[in-house]
Nanobody, 131 residues
Framework: QVQLQESGPGLVKPSQTLSLTCTVS??????????WSWIRQPPGKGLEWIGA???????IYRPSLKSRTSISRDTSKNKITLQLTSVAPEDTAVYYC???????????????????????WGQGTQVTVSS
């Protein structure tokens, strides 16, 4: 059984860099044909796809967030990291990591999320951007 657990600071000040970690257990992030995505849900809004890293190490990002986003991995620790720079209050959200076999074109271009494409999700971690 694959399990994902997000961790990171609950409060970040505007203009700072948000760093979150997704710890994966029950399966390697470097094997099989999987994408490991970061997804967020702002208060009162739907899920928004941020970006993903493939088991090969390649990354893809939502164009509107690409300039501020970096996703990396540590295969020795089976962890995936999200960094989001120059955060603002509109980056306040619950942040999730999730696994899927594919990433659709609508997801990449518009950030839409089809829950059916993901087989495993973390429980999510609340991040608030405030001074």
């Amino acid at each position: 059984q694959v399990q994902l657990q997000e961790s990171g600071p609950g409060l970040v000040k505007p203009s700072q860099t948000l760093s979150l970690t997704c710890t994966v257990s029950g399966g390697s992030i470097a094997t099989n044909y999987n994408y490991w995505s970061w997804i967020r849900q702002p208060p009162g809004k739907g899920l928004e796809w941020i970006g993903a890293i493939h088991n090969s190490g390649g990354t893809i990002y939502r164009p509107s967030l690409k300039s501020r986003t970096s996703i990396s991995r540590d295969t020795s620790k089976n962890k995936i990291t999200l960094q989001l720079t120059s955060v603002a209050p509109e980056d306040t959200a619950v942040y999730y990591c999730a696994r899927s076999k594919t990433i659709g074109a609508q997801t990449i271009t518009r950030g839409t999320v089809d829950r059916g494409e993901y087989d495993y999700w973390g429980q999510g971690t609340q991040v608030t951007v405030s001074s």
